[in-house]
């Protein structure tokens, strides 16, 4: 299965070459000339783009008399490039900014030059309202060789922004992101003479025991073994959660997510019958109060919070989460955290997640006509990433690392002198987060005994000083990194998904929970099938194929 999902993206990267080949020679819309650049390589006079972020993105500290569109980030452009990036902040949060981009559409709101857009129906609406730059010949003519190179390795990210061969956006920086390690209370395995579980077996073996056996040496009944959350379907692809155990008994086809079956078309994995030995086998655990009892109707974050509280042993989580239930220790000073990989199945094949390969996507007004210059910009911004030119430890200087004695240091409090809520350079650009290659790389090529090289490598190896715990769960995430699937479906809802798809999922949700609550038996999961697909499924699937294939071709 997993051969064939490489093998399928591959096809899809022929065929993406096949169309930025196929592209004419001029570039840029309509409007005035383009500006060009001077000897330097700067642009003269400074060109100005228009780009929008939302309100609740515009995070970091700015100094007296500075803001968003004016700071060191935005004056380090203007000065190297001769590039003025002026940003407006649309919207409190994800549902405004969205509101705020359809108004642009009706025409109630100016459209900027350059703006992320985070969800597939509105990258479908932005594309029917003929409003948005085509890309192809852009994208052939002005992009650096290294950032094809880069979008190459991620070729399905152009699916959800492209319609009849022609492209209208690129991948806010895209790669492969940290995969989930399993996070465990190492003491309590310690105090009771465990090993980390690595199949469902040992799993079932070790939340008893941290449930029953006194783990934290209380005298009380007051822990249990697993916090997860199933408020997001059962699969939150981040912190709190539960796929490992669905997927031991499913493999690919676990909750929420489309992969290929094995004829080679999608299939939606919440209907997969390897999910109702998972379902089956949770209601056991939940009977015994071995799991979170609330599970149901609580977010990721503060299931998470139920491990930081000191009252459960595992949770499933990114290894930065590490770093984030340090407060444990609160709850009980002698905690100790460690990172191990997530379970096997019993045939001895790995569990699988689901992978983010980018956030959201920028899209660009059909009149902006600096194409060049965005794309001068976006490389100049990958140096960052690339460890080059200009940021090769970082963006800036006593903001985001420091030279302290000849020595890289990236904690502010280690800078000289030490530094609070220093304000962010990544968060004045043009996308939310800084560009990434591998967010585990580093930690592999460190932890492997490599020299650091670089702002990313150097980083790593700090972390193994400050945070061996932390950096220990990147390596193991990076050792597994063949583990995430990407959701092979990654585009706007079908026609009847646009009807229904809502419908299905509440009804899933319900049954899952109702199941795992002890609230029905586990022959529910047989009718739910059935209704699933009498009620709108069938028609998806095929819908849902159809859109492959045209991808595919």
């Not at 492209?167 to 190492?186: F, K």
């Not at 997969?272 to 030995?277: A, D, I, V």
């Not at 096997?344 to 060049?372: C, H, I, S």
């Amino acid at each position: 299965m997993r051969m064939k999902q490489v093998k399928a993206l591959a096809l899809v990267a022929v065929a993406s070459a096949m169309v930025l080949s196929g592209c004419g020679k001029s570039g840029g819309g309509g409007g005035a000339a383009a500006a060009t650049r001077n000897a330097d390589g700067k642009y003269d006079p400074v060109l100005t783009i228009h780009i929008a972020k939302q309100l609740d993105e515009n995070t970091g500290r700015y100094g007296d008399g500075e803001d968003i569109n004016k700071n060191p980030m935005t004056q380090m452009a203007e000065e190297k490039l001769g590039i003025k990036m002026e940003t407006t902040l649309l919207g409190g949060d994800a549902g405004n900014y969205d509101t705020k981009l359809r108004l642009a559409l009706t025409g109630s709101e100016e459209l900027p030059d350059v703006f992320p857009v985070y969800g597939t129906q509105m990258i479908a609406d932005m594309i029917e309202s003929g409003r948005v730059k085509e890309l192809n010949e852009d994208i052939e003519k002005y992009m650096p060789q290294r950032l094809k190179e880069v979008y190459e390795q991620y070729p399905s990210t152009y699916y959800p922004v492209t319609k009849d061969g022609k492209i209208y956006g690129i991948a806010c920086s895209p790669h492969l992101t940290e995969g989930q390690v399993m996070i465990i209370r190492q003491d309590w395995l310690d105090n009771l003479g465990l090993q980390a579980p690595t199949n469902i077996e040992e799993f079932e073996q070790v939340i008893k025991a941290f449930t029953e056996d006194d783990p934290n040496k209380s005298g009380k009944q007051d822990t249990y073994g697993f916090a997860y959350s199933g408020n997001d379907l059962y699969n939150t692809g981040w912190v709190a959660d539960p796929v490992t155990i669905f997927s031991a008994y499913s493999g690919t086809h676990y909750p929420g997510s489309w992969q290929e079956d094995e004829n080679g078309e999608l299939f939606y994995g919440s209907i997969h019958e390897g999910n109702k030995k998972a379902l089956e086998k949770m209601a056991e655990w939940h009977a015994n109060k071995w799991i979170f009892q609330e599970a149901a109707a609580t977010g990721a974050w503060d299931a998470m919070g139920q491990f930081t509280e000191g009252k459960a042993g595992i949770f499933i989580g990114r290894p930065w989460a590490i770093d984030s239930v340090r407060d444990v220790t609160t709850a009980d000073p002698n905690a100790v955290i460690r990172a191990y990989p997530t379970l096997r199945q019993d045939n001895g094949d790995p569990t699988y997640q689901a992978a983010e390969v980018n956030d959201g996507w920028l899209m660009f007004n059909k009149d902006f006509n600096n194409m060049e210059a965005f794309f001068v910009y976006l490389d100049w911004l990958y140096d960052a990433a690339f460890g080059t030119g200009d940021f090769q430890y970082g963006f800036l200087q006593d903001y985001d690392y420091d030279i302290v004695d000849g020595k890289v240091v990236f904690s502010s409090a280690l800078f000289d002198p030490p530094v609070t809520d220093p304000f962010m350079p990544g968060k004045s650009t043009v996308m939310r987060n800084c560009p990434r290659l591998d967010t585990t790389a580093p930690y592999v090529s460190v932890a492997s005994g490599k020299e650091p090289e670089g702002g990313d490598e150097i980083r790593a190896a700090a972390a193994f000083e400050t945070a061996p715990d932390t950096a220990e769960g990147y390596v193991i995430a990076g050792q597994h990194s063949e583990e995430q699937l990407s959701n092979m479906f990654n585009s706007a809802p079908t026609a009847t998904m646009q009807k229904k798809w809502e419908q299905l999922q509440t009804m899933e949700k319900q049954v899952y929970t109702n199941i795992i609550y002890g609230k029905e038996s586990i022959d529910a999961f047989d009718k739910f099938v059935e209704d699933w697909k009498a009620q709108g499924g069938d028609d998806i699937t095929k819908e849902v194929n159809e859109w492959y294939k045209s991808v595919k071709q």
